[in-house]
């Protein structure tokens, strides 16, 4: 009676509710097509809204942002969170055009292959040239929901104490969105600094000092490679004679060994540890004129800056490095076609 029971009660309780997120309806399998909506390099935006749309009305987005979690190993769930896990990783591949599969990872995880996407493909509207009037050079800069304001003031008559002055000197102030300039933002200042001097040409205006002050709008992860494209962008609109352009990511590593790209505030809060990366990027039809006049070896597979957080192998660190490359390459390409197609360009 006892073993009946026992065997009635665990059939019972395996039964899954049709309105649960671990349900598939019988014409919902891993070939079909969610949205007709394919992802390309210029239309994040309505593709993401799509198939978030999409995913919420079959009760699913929760496998992308992470709120549905997986099941314990002793959990009856477990399997069939698998199948329905694995189904919605298949509709967000069937989803993206065929000429970007090779950029995508070959991640199974669902909330990873969602973030990689926004990572890669959601600044494509995320930046636009001469925000402020006043300012020399001025650039917008969102990656996600973080945003950032760039100005550059200059170059001005003079140099600053211990700077040589026989070089252009480079001024960075960083304004966050509230509060008082602590030690974070003296650190952002210094990388900051030490980034912007590597890719101008400081022999150009000697003796001459260019200020550069980021405004922090929001920040909601990823701020200070933000900030670095923020203010590339703002010299070149400013007609600062550079080496070459700067792109910048922020790669983090999770507990379980998986690489993310430009993770949001909380997502860097529980990262294992986490780099910023800075790479170089020539496009000399699309700076202002002199810029290429350097002796300097170029840096194409070369990095610029490498700021490391927390603690990871230098195999992980690699891995990182391969992965930022990859996403920058795409940035830099559309870096390249906004600026050759502004008609404000300087030079």
Known sequence: MTGADDGTSASAS??????????????????????????????????????????????KFGFCDGSIAKPTDDDFLLSQWEVVHCTVVQWIMN?????????????EDARLLWTELAAQYSVVNGCSRSSLNRAHGSATWS?????????????????????????????????PKTGQTGKPEREYEMILKRTLQSICILTINPNTTTSVILQVVNDDGALLPCAINAACLA???????????????????????????????????????????????????????????????????????????????????????????AATAKLSNFLRN?????PQLPG
């Open 235 to 325: 010299l070149v609109d400013a007609g600062i004679p550079l080496k070459h352009l700067a792109v910048s990511i922020c790669c983090c590593l999770t507990e379980a060994g998986e690489v993310i790209l430009d993770p949001t505030k909380l997502e860097e809060q529980t990262m294992k540890a986490f780099v910023y990366l800075v790479f170089p990027n020539s496009i000399s039809s699309a700076l202002p004129q002199g810029s290429l006049d350097t002796n300097d070896e170029p840096m194409e597979h070369g990095i610029i800056t490498s700021v490391t957080h927390g603690v990871m192998s230098v195999e992980n660190y690699f891995r990182c490095l391969e992965r930022g490359r």
């Open 14 to 59: 395996t039964k899954l509710d049709p309105l649960s997120p671990f349900s598939l309806v019988n014409q919902e399998g891993p070939g079909q097509a969610i949205t007709h909506i394919k992802l390309r390099s210029d239309n994040y935006e309505e593709w993401s809204r799509s198939m978030r749309r999409s995913l919420k009305s079959r009760r």
């Open 143 to 175: 990656q996600g929901d973080t945003k950032v304001i760039a100005a550059v003031y200059g170059p001005k008559a003079g140099t600053k104490k211990n700077e040589n002055p026989e070089k252009a000197s480079i001024e960075v102030i960083w304004k």
């Open 95 to 107: 989803s993206i055009d065929p000429s970007l599969l090779d950029s995508v990872s070959d991640t």
């Open 338 to 342: 906004r600026l050759q197609s502004a």
